[in-house]
T-cell receptor, first 109, second 114 residues
Framework: SQQGEEDPQALSIQEGENATMNCSYK?????LQWYRQNSGRGLVHLIL?????REKHSGRLRVTLDTSKKSSSLLITASRAADTASYFC?????????FGAGTRLTVKP | DTGVSQDPRHKITKRGQNVTFRCDPI?????LYWYRQTLGQGPEFLTY????????KSRLLSDRFSAERPKGSFSTLEIQRTEQGDSAMYLC????????????FGSGTRLTVV
């Protein structure tokens, strides 16, 4: 069963704009991770945030985590056409991870 | 080591046939996971191994599905008596211990049951 839910399901922006995706989950977690998937390919790990962290940065990525609300957000700044992909949040329950249905991001050049 | 390898990339089979997929994880990774992904959805957990031990199986993994990881190296996922509902992308991932550096995914095996 899927644990997380991403919002929105789809997002279309212009190159250079920022993209924000949200994730809500249901149970307590050890950490939360974000992955990216290009069409028809495997998933690529982007960033991990531990349950005791509130914000984390990696290059153009910024992730926040609010464990009281069981939610996380992924911000991609200064988006590029190459950022076009599906983005998934994944909650680490200790032994394995559960993924949401993803946000499909389209960045128009 | 070039990452997680899955074979074959694509498999078309007739309903009722058996199929087997292979996954070669990153050599130093002791954990191996199988996920299934259908169009427009996120990956759904099927099972995982810690070395050669299969430690968890999802209810999605019916009796027709079996996975092995002999000697804690590569893994195979077999589906017996395939059904059209088995059509999906089957993804393998590996990690070191609890995966605090994230999971490394293979490119997947796309199964089409006709």
């Amino acid at each position: 069963s899927q644990q997380g839910e991403e919002d929105p399901q789809a997002l279309s922006i212009q190159e250079g704009e920022n993209a924000t995706m949200n994730c809500s989950y249901k149970t307590s977690i050890n950490n939360l991770q974000w992955y990216r998937q290009n069409s028809g390919r495997g998933l690529v790990h982007l960033i991990l945030i531990r349950s005791n962290e509130r914000e984390k940065h990696s290059g153009r990525l910024r992730v926040t985590l609010d464990t009281s609300k069981k939610s996380s957000s992924l911000l991609i700044t200064a988006s590029r056409a190459a950022d076009t992909a599906s983005y998934f949040c994944a909650t680490d329950l200790g032994n394995d991870m559960r993924f949401g249905a993803g946000t499909r991001l389209t960045v128009k050049p | 080591d070039t990452g997680v390898s899955q074979d074959p990339r694509h498999k078309i089979t007739k309903r009722g046939q058996n199929v087997t997929f292979r996954c070669d994880p990153i050599s130093e990774h002791n954990r191996l996971y199988w996920y299934r992904q259908t169009l427009g959805q996120g990956p759904e957990f099927l099972t995982y191994f810690q070395n050669e031990a299969q430690l968890e199986k999802s209810r999605l993994l019916s009796d027709r599905f079996s996975a092995e990881r002999p000697k804690g190296s590569f893994s195979t996922l077999e589906i017996q008596r395939t059904e059209q509902g088995d059509s999906a992308m089957y993804l393998c991932a590996s990690s070191l211990d609890e995966g605090l550096d994230g999971y490394t995914f293979g490119s997947g095996t796309r199964l089409t049951v006709v």
